[in-house]
């Protein structure tokens, strides 16, 4: 069917030929991230306003939907990791994630007339499974298709990518919810409709076959999980309370009702903040290949720190912007840096697993982020709520800090 390239463990490159200077594979991912984020990252911007206008509920349900979401999913980032070990073959779990994705999107509003938050729930639970299936599968065709010495610059890129929709979605939502009010039907169709482009681009990703284990059999999980070294061990831990304490963005768009703002508005913080993540993505990628992974994640949660202490102060939209903004470069920092750490620690027949348990930690920690964190929001304010999550954000470093020291 699809040509299927083998190579060795850690080849340079599956294929010489590049566009624009990357990977073929690596590039028409990006395309796929773009697209299926400006879909998702539409419906993610306007969460906080469908929430409050049509569902009528407040931090609270919003937290818990994003937290069983996110938990609903870990079983199958972990699984779909391994079993795409066992099968050496990535391309098909990316089509069933994506697509699985985006089948449930024009549905929102259906779900919200009939079952409320519960309806949106199972939507929204369903979304991210299709996210669990394909993440790790697909972290696996970057890392193997990456030059050796350019893993941080190839993440990089894709994350860029990713965020560069998460960019246009806010904004296209803000417009639509400032001109087209109340057309919630309207507005989770054209989700859909992107989102099919994104499904569209995996046709030109080519399929890797990679090494197998040396002893022939492949690698299972939970049980591999503590076959790792102590130090991927105390890693994984480390981004499991790290999650934990960084809170959804969606509930963080909460605090924009604090300065004043319209509803509509709420999708400029979010469009904010995405400038951000995608200006520092790719220099981000980038200075973690030259001064290592690890520096670059701890200047990334410090930064975190740092924006919760300034949305916790702001009073004004404008200093409500800047520090989304600074939470930009956060993201920027993490988000790939944290993969392309796993890629130089994990060999390459055991990296859909290793990548299954970073995806399972940080949707565990998303977890019970989103849960608890949206309890403290709303019944605490969300000053407590951002101050305990910067604890638990030096906690996770503090781990982290361990995991460096062990072998």
Not at 53 to 60: H, I
Request: proline fraction near 3%; charged fraction near 15%; hydrophobic fraction near 50%.
């Amino acid at each position: 069917m699809d040509d299927i390239i083998t190579h060795p463990i850690e080849t340079p490159s599956i294929s010489p030929r590049k566009i624009f200077g990357l990977n073929r594979n690596i590039f028409f991912l990006g395309l796929t991230s773009f697209f299926n984020d400006l879909s998702n990252e539409m419906i993610l911007s306007a969460f906080p306003a469908f929430f409050t206008s049509v569902l009528k509920s407040g931090a609270a349900s919003l937290g818990l939907v994003e937290g069983i979401a996110d938990g609903a999913a870990n079983f199958l980032r972990i699984y779909s990791g391994n079993l795409s070990d066992k099968i050496s073959r990535r391309r098909i779990f990316i089509f069933i994630g994506y697509g699985l994705s985006i089948a449930v999107r024009p549905f929102y509003m259906v779900a919200a007339a009939f079952s409320g938050v519960a309806g949106v729930l199972g939507l929204r639970v369903t979304d991210r499974i299709g996210k669990g299936v394909r993440e790790a599968p697909r972290d696996v065709i970057i890392s193997v298709s990456s030059a050796q010495g350019e893993k941080g610059k190839s993440f990089g890129y894709h994350r860029a990518m990713d965020t560069a929709g998460g960019i246009l979605g806010p904004l296209a939502a803000f417009f639509m919810l400032k001109y087209m009010p109340g057309q919630w039907g309207t507005f989770f169709l054209t989700t859909f409709v992107i989102g099919l482009i994104a499904v569209a681009t995996i046709f030109f990703v080519k399929e890797v076959a990679t090494a197998k284990a040396p002893n022939g059999h492949k690698v299972f999980s939970w049980r591999t999980f503590f076959s790792f070294p102590k130090s991927f061990q105390l890693y994984i831990l480390a981004i499991f309370i790290l999650s934990i304490g960084s809170l959804p963005t969606a509930v963080l768009l909460l605090k924009t009702a604090s300065v004043g703002l319209l509803v509509a508005s709420i999708p400029l913080f979010y469009m904010i903040y995405s400038i951000s993540y995608t200006a520092f993505s790719y220099s981000a990628g980038k200075l973690s290949d030259r001064i290592g992974t690890a520096k670059v994640l701890v200047l990334g949660y410090v930064i975190l720190i740092v924006s919760y202490l300034g949305m916790a102060w702001a009073s004004t939209p404008v200093a409500l912007g800047v520090f989304f903004a600074i939470m930009g470069t956060f993201s920027a920092c993490t988000d790939a840096t944290q993969r392309a750490h796993v890629a130089k620690h994990a060999l390459e027949y055991e990296r859909g697993t290793a990548y299954g348990l970073l995806n399972g930690a940080i949707g565990f920690g998303a977890m019970i982020s989103g849960i608890v964190g949206g309890l403290v929001w709303q019944n605490l304010g969300a000053g407590q709520a951002l101050i305990w999550s910067g604890i638990i954000v030096l906690v996770g470093l503090g781990v982290f800090w361990m995991s460096k020291k062990v072998k």
